[in-house]
């Protein structure tokens, strides 16, 4: 009895004298996104800005924005169809854009320039990059892996099982 006292007293003290916090987020700033919803989002390199894809149709943009504030550092409007998936190659200078069956592999400098575009044979729900080669995987009801540099088909997945899983992750080593 006399242990379980001196124990609850020193967890009591514990509690008094250790300061509490909380998983509360709070907002740092407050931008609302004119095109639309958000449809994908990327940290970019360094952690000072992140990459968006936004709105549908017509009304789309791929923007970067800063972290810190929000604020909108440059934009491009783009056609976009539901769904659309943005992922930043290894290099951290160009990105892949699926948007619809169309498949983009863009610069990351000030205007996004296009520098490859292919159709994808699927439509796809998820996907993920090869941080050794140039290769991208995608999910839907099959699963395809394409060199994103070339637009090349260089495997479907036989075996891959639609109904079980759409998610897919690469190896830090390919």
Excluded at 99 to 109: S, Y
């Amino acid at each position: 009895m006399k242990n379980l006292l001196i124990n609850l007293l020193l967890a009591v003290t514990m509690l008094i004298a250790t300061p509490l916090t909380s998983a509360e987020v709070i907002p740092i700033w407050n931008k609302t996104i004119e095109e639309g919803s958000i449809q994908d989002m990327q940290l970019m390199k360094g952690g000072d800005e992140f990459l968006l894809f936004t709105g549908f149709w017509d009304k789309g943009q791929l923007q970067v924005r800063n972290t810190t504030d929000g604020e909108l550092i440059r934009s491009q409007p783009i056609n976009a169809d539901h769904n659309g998936k943005i992922i930043i190659t290894p290099d951290s200078n160009r990105f892949i854009v699926l948007n619809g069956l169309q498949c983009e592999l863009r610069n990351l400098d000030d205007t996004f320039s296009i520098v490859n575009s292919f159709n994808l044979d699927v439509i796809y729900t998820n996907i993920a990059i090869d941080p050794i080669i140039p290769y991208v995987y995608v999910t839907g009801v099959k699963m395809l892996c394409y060199n994103y540099e070339t637009g090349e088909l260089i495997t479907e997945f036989k075996d891959y099982i639609t109904d079980v899983d759409t998610r897919i992750a690469v190896s830090d080593d390919g």
